[in-house]
């Protein structure tokens, strides 16, 4: 399912026809301006870079941007995801206006993956498998609004994956060296907003040239200042909309807010539709390493890893300036002194934060270099003095085990001892109350056990815990069940009984309990049924021809 | 004939002992030559193949029993015939009650007249003819004369003591004079076995007439008595269902039901297991009986049968031991026993079915 973008060219003429589409039928009603211009797009609102500039270095300078050509939107799915850079005619308007135009074009960071199946209008009705070779032309044509408008309601995209916009930023930025035709424009307002411009995409394969692949993508750091901007006004707007206080709007809330307008089954929790700050969402990048003489910067850059080697250099100082310190202390006749700072709660850096760090890769070789470092600088007997910069490298472990709570005994009226529990497997739910001094007698939903569960797989089932226990005829068992099937209803009850058994137990034989599997709830739910299957894992009767 | 007693649980007391109270939840055998004679249809098949595995037939004596034994043995045979009613829930061992009961009367020297499963009788019947006695009802010659077999073989002396009372006319040539034996009119019917629900009316008739006399007792004892009340699953030949009443077999059986004769006693059994159109979850007397079948048979004596008491599932456990048909080790142990009765909930045929692979 597509998503229709909003033109950027609407930010002068056509901002009011700007596509609400995320909400849908709130664009139906008399819009305010804001909701109006609320969009779901990620904000792509890139400078175009100038034409062919070095794979390297992004243009960055205002003269480029005078040449800005419009960018060319990826050729994957592009259709109708990306914000339009504006078309020629309209670039050149609104630079002539200056700086960005008051009334901003606002957006939610929104990032969901990529969507693979352009569906075709809310008319069809089963989905089609994505195909990439579908010319974007076509895709374009079919889209249909966003997310929550129509007939399915959930977020668009069929298949997880790269669950960031940025994956689409890189393409872009790819292609932005290259001639390419504007991209898609946004869809029309499906309100009374007035027209909006609509650019017709054309296919990227006529202006393919031969250059060579960019390196990684890189975001300017205007660009990232736009983003974090857009990001928070598109939190206001959020917490806007969901009536709570703009001012007060954490990142828990926005999550919240963005799970309960995008709810989405995948279990991939990076699948799912995010908002997150912009620096979550874009890797850090290195600015230019040398100036405009082509000289470089830093002292160490023709090492190749200047970070790396400045860093290392870094410490072997503090290292001769804890010697030095020691040495001090001793020709003082001081003992030196011994505290030593905690190493058990806590970790060094791993590999890939510590690349995260400096921002350049490393070898394992030259990590384990500076492990074995920062070890002797802290083994060392002042080393306390050096404790900031020692803390920048090492993270807390947080606690492992969590423990679970074991509720004491509670006593009913006739001061029969009596403890209650939870459990649930695949779609059932059970509570239990296992009363002591019983005869091993049984009720499931005031009906008896061995009319409710005439199979005896099940009641096996419900026997595991006692039996583990060796407390087979000691207890009565009261329990309440619903949902689910035979085998999935004495499944929760199982569980559910032994949580309520620990109450009964010494720690010790809890923690056989839990190793017996006893405590654990059972994760296996029922597999999703793929489009192009016939089941979750069994595919359509294969024919040759 | 004598048993070594084994435990205070385990006992199996010889057959002729008169049951009393403390002999509760111990097993007794009856020997197989007299478990040939008295039930040559009565007991239940899994009862069958045990006594075939373990050579010998042990029952379990049980309160439900002795309670019927003492109603028995203090009920006035002046007075009409006493209609008792065995229910309880599914496995719980009515039938084996109601064999109990036959075999201890039967030693007593009554009349049984033990009808198996009166469910036999209302479904499967693969040939219906009609009745050449009356038109509207419909004979059933197979299941007659399977049940006239078996009642001589259970009760052979009485068939020559008992004379009929009246002439009987069974076709052009045939007819059964009036003082002849009984047996007389039972050969006729296997013999001729068109007529064999009719032979099978007259058998019960003339006891009927003859018992009140007091020179013997009759027991009827008929299981699943809940089947001539019910439906049928049969079809006449315009494929119209068949009621109870139209068949004369039933027909017969419900007339002996009735209290209107003394000198004897009606020991009945509720069967939901081959009950047509009744839920599994029914077991009460009103919900089995129906309104008719509850009316007919009012008033009655309900006698519950529930599962195993602890007792009764100790001994019970304790004589597979002793058969060694439990050969699982883990079985054989206190956890094992525990576990059993968990899995069974004390369910008699829930604890024989489990103790099966074992």
Partial sequence: MCRRVLSKCSLNTSRLGAVPTALGSLSRCPTPLWVQTLSLTPSLTLPCPSSMPSPRVLSLSPESRAQRLPLRSPREGAAGRHDASPQPALLGAEQTQGPQPPLQHLHLHLHLPPPALPMPGAGQRHPRPPSWRRSAQARLRLCPPIVGTEAFPGPCCAEPGAAVMAAALRRLLRAGGRRGAALVAAAAACGPGPQTLRLIYTTTAAWKKNVAASGPEKYTEAFIKKQIEEFNLGKRHLANMMGEDPETFTQEDIDRAIAYLFPSGLFDKRARPMMKHPTEIFPEQRKIQWGEDGRPFHFLFYTGKQSYYSLMHDTYEKLLNVQKHQDQLAAQDLPPQKEKKNLVGSRWLTKTELEEMLLEKLSDDDYSRFIQLLQKLVMMPCGNIEENYIKKFSREISAQLQKVVIEPLKYDEQGVAFSTGEGRRKTSRATVAVYDNGTGKITVNGIDVLHYFPVLQDREQLLFPFQFLDRVGKHDMVCTVSGGGRSSQAGAIRLASAKALRSFVTEKEVEFMRQAGLLTVDPRVKERKKPGQEGARRKFTWKKR | ?358
Avoid at chain 2, 187 to 203: I, N
Avoid at chain 2, 241 to 253: M, Q, R
Avoid at chain 2, 306 to 319: A, I, K, L
């Fill in chain 2, 1 to 358: 004939m004598q048993r070594a007693i084994w435990s205070l649980t385990v006992c199996i007391l010889p057959s002729q002992a008169n049951h009393t109270e403390h002999h509760e939840g111990r097993h007794y055998s009856i020997p197989l030559e007299e478990v040939k004679a008295v039930f040559p249809h009565g007991l239940p098949y899994r009862f069958q193949q045990q006594v075939k595995t373990f050579n010998e037939a042990c029952l379990m004596v049980r309160k439900p029993a002795l309670e019927l034994f003492t109603y028995l043995r203090n009920s006035n045979f002046a007075h009409p015939a006493v209609r008792y009613v065995i229910y309880g829930e599914r496995g719980t061992g009515k039938t084996m009650t109601l064999c109990h009961v036959v075999h201890y009367c039967a030693k007593q020297g009554w009349l049984v007249l033990h009808i198996p499963d009166a469910h036999l009788w209302v479904k499967n019947c693969k040939e219906l003819m009609q009745s050449s006695y009356k038109k509207e009802r419909l004979d059933q010659p197979l299941q007659a004369s399977t049940w006239l077999k078996n009642f001589k073989t259970s009760n052979e002396h009485f068939l020559k003591e008992i004379k009929t009372q009246q002439k009987y006319v069974w076709g052009k040539r045939e007819s059964t004079e009036q003082g002849r034996p009984l047996g007389e009119v039972v050969e006729q019917g296997l013999a001729r076995v068109r007529s064999a629900s009719d032979a099978v009316g007259v058998v019960l008739k003339e006891i009927k007439q003859q018992c009140h006399l007091g020179s013997f007792r009759v027991l009827v004892a008929v299981d699943g008595v809940n089947a001539l009340w019910g439906r049928t699953t049969l079809k006449k030949e315009d494929k119209s269902p068949v009621s109870p009443e139209e068949l004369t077999l039933v027909y017969n059986l419900r007339k002996m039901m009735m209290n209107n004769w003394n000198g004897g006693a009606i020991v009945t059994t509720l069967s939901q297991t081959g009950s047509l159109f009744k839920p599994s979850s029914a077991y009460l007397p009103h919900e089995l009986l129906g309104k008719e079948g509850f009316d007919a048979l009012d008033p009655f004596v309900p006698v519950l049968v529930p599962n195993y008491s602890q007792r009764e599932f100790e001994s019970c456990y304790h004589y597979y031991l002793h058969r060694k048909w439990l050969q699982h080790e883990q079985a054989r142990t206190e956890a094992g026993k525990e576990e059993l009765r968990f899995l069974s909930g004390s369910n008699p045929q829930q604890l024989e079915r489990l103790a099966g692979p074992l």
